[in-house]
């Protein structure tokens, strides 16, 4: 079963960047549709980003313009660059994928904390 696993989170003030990575364990890694995904405190988690395998992107409108999802398939690894953030962005931030749908299986996470 494919695994995720997310890093590059942390303490960041208002309208500072953060890079999050996040490492992948499935062989058709290049095939999958990944996304980047906000859960905030008290709220359901909330797909903010997505590349397909084509390299084609879509994201929330809270997010757009600010955030950027990248691929590296040869790293098995995609990327979530998060410019001008707001304290709203803070939230633990998941990556997931697949195929066809994403997987039933998440990894821990990263916490991204907006604050002064």
């Known amino acids: 079963q494919v695994q995720f696993v997310e890093s590059g989170g942390g303490l960041v003030q208002p309208g500072g960047s953060l890079r999050l990575s996040c490492a992948a364990s499935?062989?058709?890694?290049?095939?999958?549709?990944m996304g980047w995904y906000q859960q905030a405190p008290g709220k359901q988690r909330e797909l903010v980003a997505q590349?397909?395998?084509?390299?084609?992107?879509n994201y929330a409108d809270s997010v757009k313009g600010r955030f950027t999802i990248t691929r590296d398939n040869a790293k098995k690894t995609v990327y979530l660059q998060m410019n001008s953030l707001k304290p709203e962005d803070t939230a633990v931030y998941y990556c997931?994928?697949?195929?066809?749908?994403?997987?039933?299986?998440w990894g821990q996470g990263t916490q991204v904390t907006v604050s002064s």
């Open positions: 997931n994928g697949g195929t066809i749908a994403p997987s039933s299986s």
């Open positions: 499935g062989r058709l890694f290049s095939m999958y549709r």
């Open positions: 590349i397909t395998s084509g390299g084609t992107t």
